[in-house]
C-alpha cells in the first residue's frame, strides 16, 4: 500500500510539473495592459507629444535617467503584440473582446511610432494604418477643382477667388476684445445641451486659456478627474462659427467629455489601467477626433446652430447677421475641401512636395490664406499624418453612428454617448 501511495504522490507530481500552468487569459490582459502603460510612458521620453495625458499610478512616473534604447523599446513592444495576438478570447464578452482589440491596436501605435522615431521609412498611408488603425481615401485634384467651382460661382464679386473669399468672409471674424464672451456663451451652449444626454458629475470643469506661437487652432490638456487646460490659440484670427467649432470639440461633447467618460467607466469603474494613459499617435484619437467633429452636428442638428449663432454669438460679437445664411451657404462647401489637407500632407510625407508646394497647393485647393497655410505645414511637421483623425475620423464616426441611429436626433445621441464611452478603434466601426 505504502509503495502505491508513493508511486501516485509521484505520478501526480510529475504530471503538475511537466504542465507549464495557463494563465488566465484576462490576468494575462492586465498585465499586458500594465506593460502598455510603462511602454508608452518609456516612448514619452523620446518624443515630447506622445503622452498626452497620464493619470495612472504615481510611481510609474519616469525621469529621464531611466531612457531605454528605442531598439529594445521596439522588441519588447513586439513581444507584448505577439502575446496579445495568442490570447484565447473564447469566452470573452463583448466589452472584453473591445478591450483586447483596443490594446491589441494600441500596441501596434507605439510600435509605429518607436519605428518612425528610430528613423524607419513609411508611407502616409502606411503611417495611418499603423498609428491610427485607417487608411484615408484619396481624392484627385479634380475631385477639388469641381468643388472650386462652385464656390466660385457662391462667392460674391469678380476675380481671384481666394481674395473674394477672404474679403467675404473677414466680415464674420470676432473682435479680440470679444473673443472670451463670445466662446463662453458657446461653452455654455454645449454644456447645456450635452447635459440632456450625457451623466456627468457635478466637479466636472475646465479652464480656458489664450495662447499664442501654436501649429494648432486650440488644444484640450485632459487632467485627470473630469478636468481640462483648453487652450486657444489666437495668432490668426477667429471666425464666428469657429466658437461652436471649439466649444463642442474640445469641451462638449468633445475631448473633455471623452476623456472624461473613459477614464469613469473604464479605469475607475472596471480598473483597466491601459485608459490611465492617453497616447496621442494612437487609434484612440481617430476617435477623439472625429467624435469631437461629429459631436458639433449632433450637439446642434438641423438649423439649431445657425439659429443660436444668429440670435445669440452674433449680437455678442457685435457682428452684422443679416449676411449669416450667405457666409453658412460658403463654409459648406468649404468644408468640402477639408481632404484637400489630406492629399498635400500625404504628398509632403511621401516626399513629392516641398514646403513651398505644400503651401502652394493649400492655398489652391483648400482656399486657405499663406498665413494659414504656413500654420497647416507646421502642424504636419510636429503631429504628421495625425491631419486624417479629423476628416475622415469625422467621416467615420458619422457612418457608424447613423447606419445604427438613423436621422433620429435623440438615437443619435444614445448611439453617439456609447461610443464615447466604449473602447473602439477605426476598424471596428467600418
Ligand atoms: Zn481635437
Not at 505520478?11 to 495592459?33: G, H, R, Y
Not at 478627474?225 to 470639440?249: E, G, M, R, W, Y
Not at 467629455?257 to 491601459?274: A, C, F, P
Not at 451657404?329 to 468640402?336: A, T, V, Y
Request: proline residues 4%; glycine residues 6%.
Amino acid at each position: 500500500m505504502k509503495n502505491i501511495a508513493l508511486f501516485s504522490l509521484v505520478v501526480v507530481s510529475l504530471l503538475i510539473f511537466s504542465c507549464k500552468p495557463q494563465m488566465d487569459p484576462k490576468t494575462e490582459i492586465n498585465n499586458i495592459a500594465e506593460e502598455y502603460v510603462k511602454l508608452c510612458l518609456h516612448t514619452g521620453l523620446h518624443d515630447p507629444y506622445f503622452v498626452d495625458a497620464y493619470y495612472g499610478p504615481e510611481e510609474w512616473k519616469l525621469t529621464e535617467e531611466q531612457k531605454k534604447p528605442l531598439q529594445d523599446l521596439i522588441n519588447h513592444t513586439q513581444e507584448l503584440i505577439t502575446k496579445a495576438t495568442a490570447i484565447d478570447k473564447t469566452n470573452f464578452d463583448e466589452a472584453w473582446q473591445l478591450r483586447h482589440n483596443y490594446l491589441h491596436k494600441q500596441l501596434i501605435a507605439v510600435k509605429t511610432r518607436l519605428e518612425l522615431l528610430n528613423g524607419k521609412k513609411m508611407t502616409f498611408d502606411e503611417q495611418t494604418k499603423g498609428l491610427f488603425d485607417a487608411v484615408a481615401p484619396t481624392y484627385t485634384e479634380e475631385y477639388f477643382e469641381g468643388l472650386i467651382a462652385e464656390l466660385d460661382a457662391a462667392v460674391p464679386g469678380k476675380g481671384d477667388l481666394n481674395k473674394r473669399l477672404e474679403k467675404f468672409t473677414n466680415q464674420f471674424i470676432i473682435p479680440e476684445d470679444k473673443l472670451d464672451a463670445v466662446f463662453t456663451a458657446a461653452i455654455n451652449e454645449c454644456r447645456k445641451r450635452t447635459l440632456k444626454y450625457v451623466d456627468l458629475p457635478e466637479h466636472e470643469n475646465f479652464t480656458v486659456e489664450y495662447v499664442k506661437n501654436e501649429p494648432w487652432g486650440a488644444y484640450n490638456w485632459y487632467k485627470g478627474n473630469f478636468f481640462s487646460i483648453i487652450q486657444v490659440n489666437t495668432d490668426l484670427p477667429k471666425k464666428i462659427d469657429s466658437a461652436i467649432d471649439l466649444a463642442c470639440h474640445e469641451g462638449y461633447p468633445g475631448h473633455h467629455v471623452y476623456n472624461g467618460l473613459l477614464e469613469k467607466t473604464m479605469y475607475k469603474e472596471r480598473g483597466w489601467v491601459e485608459f490611465s494613459v492617453y497616447a496621442l499617435f494612437s487609434p484612440q484619437s481617430l476617435i477623439a477626433e472625429g467624435s469631437a467633429n461629429y459631436g458639433i452636428p449632433v450637439t446642434f442638428p438641423g438649423d439649431d446652430r445657425i439659429k443660436f449663432e444668429k440670435e445669440v454669438l452674433f449680437p455678442i460679437a457685435g457682428l452684422d447677421a443679416s449676411k449669416v445664411d450667405k457666409y453658412y451657404e460658403i463654409e459648406r462647401l468649404k468644408s468640402k475641401l477639408s481632404f484637400a489637407g489630406n492629399e498635400a500632407g500625404r504628398k509632403y510625407i511621401n516626399g513629392e512636395f516641398t514646403a513651398e508646394q505644400y503651401v502652394e497647393w493649400r492655398q489652391k485647393y483648400s482656399l486657405v490664406t499663406k498665413e494659414r497655410a504656413e500654420q497647416n505645414l507646421s502642424f504636419v511637421e510636429r503631429f504628421g499624418t495625425y491631419i486624417i483623425n479629423y476628416n475622415y475620423g469625422q467621416q467615420l464616426v458619422k457612418e457608424y453612428v447613423e447606419r445604427k441611429a438613423g436621422d433620429d436626433p435623440e438615437k443619435i445621441w444614445e448611439v453617439y454617448v456609447e461610443l464615447l464611452s466604449k473602447p473602439y478603434t477605426a476598424s471596428l466601426l467600418q
